[in-house]
Each structure stands twice: as structure tokens, then as C-alpha cells.
């Protein structure tokens, strides 16, 4: 008898935990991407996992130049410490193509001719606007060149629990329609290049913005179609003004303030409903080891946006 065994060889093993913040360079980090960066990361760094940031410039009419620096700069200013190097979506334009061209292949995509205005006179309405009609699902209609590219939507839901907002389903052919996944303009779409990448960087679990969880679905859905593994997703409630309106850097909304990270960051801890410190902490190191220390998704509110604390 062998008074040593080795342990049994596991068949299959979990990942280890891998999250990422992917924001797109349209402008200075504001308070509500700092949200999304905070929430991202405390909850891979409290799970012992990795985060990654990856730059999503792939919009290059939407990119503003210097913006991805800036933002880099602001979240090492902030004390966020990201694994690996940093990823940007305008360098990986071959991936992308290579996933469109398997899902051509396979007839789950298919080119489309149709204009906007078009779309918009044939179409009813779904969850985010005109639902394609299918005009070109079957082949072009002769005369007519390939503009988009289209993926194909079944009538059946599509289903996950989200760690914040709970169980979601989506019925994508009936609420959304066939989507487009390279638009007419050439560029790759979001929901393509974001699937994609999310599964070429390990990418375990999502963590973002509660304005993406309409968005889940339909990359769930690539997911399955391209057998990639599917990561779990946590949305955080977004911040909003007043008016209901979603602070963004594209439309210039107040960019933090780098020279003065500590206010900002517990102001985005209470968003996320996190316990606070009593005492302020004295430096951006206590904060981390607090805040990390202290995380628990279950308190983050089951909200899809709210005011900013002082707003209150
Ligand atoms: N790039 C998106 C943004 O800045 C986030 C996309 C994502 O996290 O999937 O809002």
C-alpha cells in the first residue's frame, strides 16, 4: 500500500476568476464610469482574481484622441492596479473579421441591404427601437448591395441571472430582431467585438454599467452561437442626474478629479451600497484595503440608476 497518493487529477476545473473595465475613450473618466471601474474591480480583487482594463476605441468616429492616455492615467491616479497589458479594440480588427466570417459561414449571419429609413417604414417596435423585418434574411433582393451584417435571431428566450438585478430573460427575435454585427459604415459592432474579447481575454465574469443589461442577451447569444464559455454578469445601477439622464463623457459630464482620488472613491463606494469606513481613511492604501476587505455584491442596490450620494 502506497502510504502517499497523489490527489485525484480534477476532469474539470473552474477558471479562475477573470473581470475586466472596458471603457471607451469618448472623453475623461466621470463619476459614473468610476462607479463601473470601482465595482469591476473590488469584486475580482476580493475574489482573488485578475483584472484587466481594455480600451473600446473600436468606434473610431466616437474615439477623441488623448482620451484613453487620460483615462489610464486617471485610474493608476486612483491606485486601481490592472494584470496584463491593456488591450485596445482598434488593433484587433482580424479577430473580429475571423469570428463574422465563421458566423457567415455557418449561415448564422447574413448580409444586408436594407437602409435605415427602410428599416424604419417595414419595421415594428421593439425593446430598443425598429425591429428588422427580415427583409434580407433569405439573400439580397436582386439589385441590392450588402450594407450591414446581420445575426440571426430564434424565437426562444434567452436567460440568466444577473448577480445584481437577479433573473433576467429576453425573448431576442420577438423584443430586438436579427442585429447588426458589422455596420454599413465597415466598422465592427459592439456586441460582436465585446463577445469576442471578452472570451479571447478569459474574461469570467462581467461587471458594468446597468445601461448594458438590454445589451446581455444578444452577446449571450453570440456567445452560444460562437461556443465560447459563458461569463456570469453583475449590473451595477447606473448614475443618473436629476433629470434621469445617464452621465456620460461623450456628452461632457464633470470629469473626476485625479489630484483628489479619496472623496470620489467613497463616493462611489456608497453608490454601490458598500458599508463605509467610520473613520476616513488616511490615504488611498487604507482605502483599498478596506474597500476590498468590505465588498459584497449583495449590498449593491437592486437598481438600474440612481442619483449620486450627495445628490440624494
Ligand atoms: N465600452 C462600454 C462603455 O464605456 C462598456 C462596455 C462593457 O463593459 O461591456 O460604456
Redesign the pocket.
Known amino acids: 500500500m502506497p502510504v502517499f497518493s497523489f490527489p485525484m487529477k480534477k476532469t474539470a476545473s473552474t477558471p479562475r476568476y477573470r473581470g ?5 475613450p ?1 472623453g475623461p473618466l466621470h463619476f459614473g ?1 468610476l462607479v ?1 471601474a470601482l465595482g469591476s474591480y473590488l469584486d475580482a480583487r476580493a475574489n482573488r482574481g485578475s483584472w484587466r482594463v481594455r480600451i ?1 476605441d473600436l468606434d473610431q468616429t466616437r474615439t477623441v484622441t488623448g482620451t484613453a492616455d487620460e483615462i489610464l492615467r486617471t485610474l493608476e491616479q486612483f491606485g486601481f492596479e490592472w494584470d496584463g497589458t491593456v488591450l485596445y479594440q482598434s488593433q484587433r480588427s482580424d479577430l473580429y473579421a475571423h469570428h463574422l466570417n465563421l458566423l457567415l459561414q455557418a449561415d448564422l449571419a447574413y448580409p444586408c441591404g436594407c437602409s435605415r429609413k427602410e428599416i424604419n417604414l417595414a419595421a415594428s417596435q421593439g425593446i430598443e427601437g425598429a425591429i428588422y423585418p427580415g427583409t434580407c434574411s433569405r439573400g439580397l433582393p436582386p439589385g441590392r448591395q450588402a450594407r450591414a451584417i446581420r445575426l440571426r435571431t430564434f424565437d426562444q428566450a434567452t436567460r440568466f441571472n444577473d448577480a445584481v438585478q437577479g433573473p433576467q430573460s429576453q425573448r431576442l427575435a420577438q423584443e430586438i430582431g436579427d442585429f447588426v454585427v458589422r455596420r454599413a459604415d465597415g466598422f465592427h459592432a ?1 456586441q460582436l467585438a ?1 463577445v469576442v474579447d471578452d472570451a479571447l481575454q478569459g474574461i469570467t465574469r ?1 461587471v ?2 446597468a ?2 443589461l438590454l ?1 446581455t442577451p444578444r452577446q449571450i447569444h453570440l456567445q452560444q452561437l460562437l461556443e465560447f464559455p459563458a461569463p456570469t454578469f453583475a449590473h451595477l445601477p447606473l448614475v443618473v442626474d436629476r433629470t434621469g439622464r445617464k452621465l456620460s ?1 461623450q456628452s461632457g459630464d464633470a470629469p473626476v478629479d485625479a489630484r483628489k482620488p479619496l472623496p470620489a472613491l467613497l463616493l462611489a463606494l456608497a453608490h454601490l451600497g458598500q458599508p463605509m469606513p467610520s473613520e476616513p481613511p488616511l490615504g488611498l492604501d487604507e482605502f483599498w484595503e478596506w474597500a476590498i476587505c468590505h465588498w459584497s455584491m449583495a449590498a449593491v442596490p437592486k437598481k438600474l440608476a440612481a442619483l449620486p450620494p450627495q445628490l440624494c
Not at 475586466?20 to 471607451?24: E, H, I, K, L, Q
Request: net charge positive; aromatic share 12%.
Open positions: 475586466r473595465f472596458a471603457p471607451s469618448t464610469s463601473a473600446e459592439y465585446v462581467v458594468r454599467g445601461d448594458l445589451s463623457k
